[in-house]
């Protein structure tokens, strides 16, 4: 393992090269992306830079791991492959091996670059966890390890376990957002100080940020309750209209900005996008190349709260 300056963990293919500041998720392969479609996500993604792609057991029934791993295996060295366990049925020994082996045989693959749990288990001692995981890594069949939807005091009692077993908790997957901010409260900063990266997903907050609400257009917020309880708040909706106007202004995709946003801050690792199509993909991809200067990002920032700090404070932050 190798760190930055600041101590976060620089994550590097098989090949020993830095993965790409951005990573993309698969969980629309075999979902709203047929074959022709993942695979021309995957090309373009890979024509980009990418070398950071992330999947899961539970997504669209396995066919997300399955293609990724046809479309990974030709160049396997040169791509940081991570897949995440334990969505259902626990965090116990039995279920991770289960779906952890079941994962590696969808994606044709003996070692994964990294493995998340994907949710908190309360039910499971930690012991019993990250016992397993570490056996895992012992064996050569992942590289490392992750935690997805924790919260700050979830991951350090999982940091403290895992440390019984030489373990390290390399990586953390929170929702971060323009109009979801949470994570900067005590997720970033605790991953600063652990030295844990951050590759936080939906940064166009379930399609809200692309501007397309704001022009009438319809989607998951409209068709999936729990994107229409999560994005619900007018003051939301009113972020998404002042960053299209932004974005008008500067003759930009709002969703091109909603990214940057994201990767602007220096406690971000890599963003996770991800789309149903390449044309839907673009202004994503081109937030990695986008020259967000100080000035704009203040700006962006200012359309929607900045949570108030844990101790609640206000005077301090």
């Known amino acids: 393992m190798r760190f930055d300056g600041h101590m976060t963990p620089i994550l590097t293919s098989p090949d020993a090269t830095p993965v790409s500041k951005f990573c993309f998720g698969a969980m629309q392969f075999g979902g709203t992306a047929d074959r022709a479609a993942s695979d021309a996500l995957y090309a373009a993604c890979r024509a980009a830079g990418l070398s950071f792609f992330d999947t899961a057991f539970g997504y669209t029934g396995g066919t997300s791991e399955t293609w990724l791993g046809d479309l990974v295996r030709p160049e396997r060295e040169a791509v940081f492959v991570a897949t995440k366990c334990a969505s259902r049925g626990g965090a116990g020994r039995r279920n991770i091996l289960t779906q952890f082996d079941e994962s590696r045989r969808r994606l044709g693959m003996d070692m994964v670059d990294a493995l998340y749990l994907h949710r908190w288990d309360g039910e499971t001692p930690l012991e019993e966890t990250f016992e397993t995981l570490a056996e895992l ?52 900063p605790m991953a600063a100080d652990q030295g844990i990266a951050v590759a936080p997903y939906s940064p166009l907050g379930g399609g809200l940020l692309t501007g397309k609400y704001v022009g009438g257009g ?32 500067l003759d930009v995709s709002p969703a091109t900005l909603a990214v940057a946003w994201v990767a602007h ?43 108030p700090p844990a101790t609640d404070r206000l005077e301090e932050a």
């Not at 376990?161 to 908790?169: G, S, T, Y």
């Not at 996770?272 to 990002?297: H, K, N």
């Open 137 to 188: 890594r012992r064996a050569g069949k992942i590289r490392h390890v992750g935690v997805s939807n924790y919260a700050a005091w979830q991951v350090m009692k999982a940091v403290a376990v895992a440390a019984r077993f030489d373990l390290r908790i390399d990586l953390v997957q929170p929702m971060y957002n323009l109009v979801k901010r949470q994570a900067e409260v005590e997720i970033l």
């Open 218 to 249: 319809t989607g998951r917020i409209h068709t999936d309750p729990s994107y229409a309880a999560r994005y619900a708040p007018d003051w939301m909706h009113a972020a998404a209209s002042g960053l299209a106007d932004i974005a008008t202004e």
């Open 265 to 307: 801050n220096p406690l971000v690792a890599a963003p996770i996008i991800s789309a149903r199509s390449v044309e839907q993909l673009a202004p994503s991809l081109a937030g990695m190349s986008f020259d967000m200067d100080a000035a704009l990002y203040a700006r962006i920032s200012a359309l929607s709260p900045a949570p």
